[in-house]
């Protein structure tokens, strides 16, 4: 069994994720794939949870921000689909 741990700067757009899918398709071993969260990710929820408590409008905004980057990214790896 192989255990790889992808850090959040190796995910943060779609050609990480792409070379992430490259590098585990080369083992025909059990695997366990360990992924951080995309990018800035988990700072931004931090960031997000403050502001929850400070200032909604721009809360919403930054929430608005995240959810666009993510969508960026499912998008560009799978045009096909309705993101």
């Not at 585990?24 to 403050?50: F, P």
């Amino acid at each position: 069994m192989l255990v790889f741990k992808f850090g959040g700067a190796s995910v943060k757009d779609s050609n990480g994720v792409k070379n992430l899918t490259n590098i585990v398709r080369k083992y025909s071993d059990e695997l366990v794939i360990v992924v951080s969260a995309l990018g800035k990710t988990t700072n931004a929820l931090e960031e997000i949870l403050k502001l929850s408590y400070e200032d909604a409008d721009k809360c919403r905004r930054k929430l608005e921000n995240l959810k666009s980057y993510h969508n960026v990214i499912i998008k560009e790896l799978f045009p096909d689909s309705e993101a």
